[in-house]
Each structure stands twice: as C-alpha cells, then as structure tokens.
C-alpha cells in the first residue's frame, strides 16, 4: 500500500465511510498526492542520474581499454609496415619513423590510463607490451636493414617477421572482461585469466 492510499484510508476512516470531507481534509489530500508525485519524480530522476552516470563512465573505460588495446596491436604490426615500404625515399622513411614516434607516445598513454584505471590491468598491460617488444624490436630492426619491396609479390613475406602476438593480449584481453557488468564486483583473486 502507498502513502497516498494510507492517507486516504485514514481520512475515510476518520469520518465515516458516508460522510464527506471538509476543505482542510481535501487539502490535506491534496498535499499528500503532490508529495506523493513529486517524490517519485525525484527518485526516478536520481535513479536516471546515477544509471546515466554509471553507463557514461562504463563507454569510457570500454574506449580506453580498446585503445589500450588497438595501440598492443600497431606495436606488433610496426615491423611488417617498416618490411613492406616501398622505397628508402626520405618521405617513406619519414612517414615509417613518425609512425613509430607516434606509437611510443600512445603506448606511453596507454599505459598511464590502464595503470591509473586499475592496478592489476596496468600490470598486464605492462607485461603484454614487454613480451610484444621481445619479439618485435628484433623484426623492427631486421625490417630496416632489408631493402624495400620492389614488386607486388614481394609483399608476401612468406613468413617472415615477429609472429602471431594474440597469445601475448589474450590475458590481458580476458582481464578486461573483468572491468564490466557484475564481474566489476569480483576481487582481483577469483578473475579466471588461463582459457
């Protein structure tokens, strides 16, 4: 039962269930059913503000994850950009080089979100990038000592460069699940980070 039919049950009761009410018993009703509304309107509205609040911050740390991600992702794909360059002109080489600069400064962001977001990702993070950087700065360099394709068939690498690096993000992929929905709630101890 609400407040208002509270109310009204008092009212009646108080003076019969023929009798009809006097101006100050209407009133009263009539205050009762607007605090009545306006409460719930307040309520709800509050309710729509923490719900908004919460589904706003949520984007975000899905968007930083993703770029967290994305930014693992280039790293590891560097090499085969630097392999695939089409000439050793000074605007090629420049554009591979500010590439590689730009990437640095993302990673560097990166890492500063993820390890401010949550300790325990920023560990992750810090240790997908490490075992990337393994296998990737010997491809980079290799990359850069050959000389650049000449012919379409030649961008077939037939192998060649620093290998698949999913296994390196699939922890830290599987961590980030823990940063959404009910599993937000679950201590850094039960998080099920081996497939």
């Known amino acids: 039962m609400g407040i208002l039919t509270v109310q009204l049950l008092t009212l009646g009761a108080?003076?019969?269930a023929t009798?009809?009410?006097?101006?100050?018993?209407?009133?009263?009703?009539?205050?009762v059913i607007a605090l009545t509304l306006l409460g719930?309107?307040?309520?709800?509205?509050?309710i729509t503000s923490v719900l908004g609040n919460l589904r706003a911050a949520a984007a975000a740390r899905?968007?930083?994850?993703?770029?967290?991600?994305?930014?693992?992702?280039?790293?590891?794909?560097?090499?085969?950009?630097v392999r695939r360059r089409v000439s050793d002109e000074p605007d090629v080489l420049a554009a591979l080089v500010g590439r590689g600069h730009d990437l640095q400064e993302q990673l560097a962001a990166c890492r500063t979100w993820v390890?401010?977001?949550?300790?325990?990702?920023g560990e992750l993070f810090d240790k997908a990038l490490a075992d990337i950087d393994a296998n990737v700065k010997q491809a980079t360099a290799d990359a850069w000592n050959q000389a650049p394709m000449a012919t379409a068939s030649g961008m077939n690498l037939n192998g060649w460069g620093p290998g698949d690096q999913r296994p390196h993000l699939a922890r830290l992929e599987r961590a980030i699940a823990y940063r959404f929905g009910w599993r937000r709630l679950l201590p850094r101890k039960l998080w099920h980070l081996e497939p």
Do not use: Q
């Open 40 to 46: 719930s309107s307040v309520i709800a509205g509050l």
């Open 19 to 31: 009798a009809t009410s006097s101006d100050g018993d209407s009133t009263n009703a009539w205050v």
């Open 115 to 121: 390890n401010s977001e949550h300790r325990a990702l």
């Open 14 to 16: 108080g003076t019969g």
């Open 62 to 81: 899905r968007e930083g994850y993703a770029n967290a991600v994305r930014s693992l992702i280039a790293r590891g794909e560097y090499p085969y950009r």
